[in-house]
C-alpha cells in the first residue's frame, strides 16, 4: 500500500491550491472507510485537517471549515483537499493517511507568503 500527496506549492495569502493523493494497493473499503489528511507546520506537531469516511461524512478541523473542501474518486482512489482564503498560517507539509491502515503518505508542500 502506498500513499503519495501531490499538488503542493508556494501561493500568496488568499490564493487557492488543490491537493491529491494517489493510493495504490487499496481495496475499495478500505479506502472508503476512512481517508483523512493532516498537516505540520515547521516547529509544531501534525494536525488533523479534515477526514472523509463511510458514506462520504467528511470532518473538518475548526481552521479548515469554509475553506478546505475534502472529496474523493473512488474509481481512481484519490482523496482531494481544495484550500481556498490560505493564509500563512495555513504553510506546512500536508499528509495523507489511510485511517484503517494508519499509513501515510509522503507529504507536500505548502507555502503561503504575505
Known amino acids: 500500500v502506498q500513499l503519495q500527496a501531490s499538488g503542493g506549492g508556494s501561493v500568496q495569502v488568499g490564493g487557492s491550491l488543490r491537493l491529491s493523493c494517489a493510493s495504490s494497493g487499496v481495496i475499495l473499503s478500505v479506502f472508503t472507510s476512512g481517508m483523512g489528511w493532516y498537516r505540520q507546520a515547521p516547529g509544531k506537531e501534525r494536525e488533523f485537517v479534515a477526514e472523509i469516511a463511510d458514506g462520504g461524512v467528511t470532518h473538518y478541523a475548526d481552521f479548515a471549515k469554509s475553506r478546505f473542501t475534502i472529496s474523493r474518486d473512488n474509481i481512481r482512489r484519490r482523496v482531494y483537499l481544495q484550500m481556498n482564503g490560505l493564509k500563512p498560517e495555513d504553510t506546512a507539509v500536508y499528509y495523507c493517511?489511510?485511517?484503517?491502515?494508519?499509513?501515510w503518505g509522503q507529504g507536500t508542500l505548502v507555502t503561503v507568503s504575505s
Open positions: 493517511r489511510s485511517n484503517i491502515l494508519n499509513i
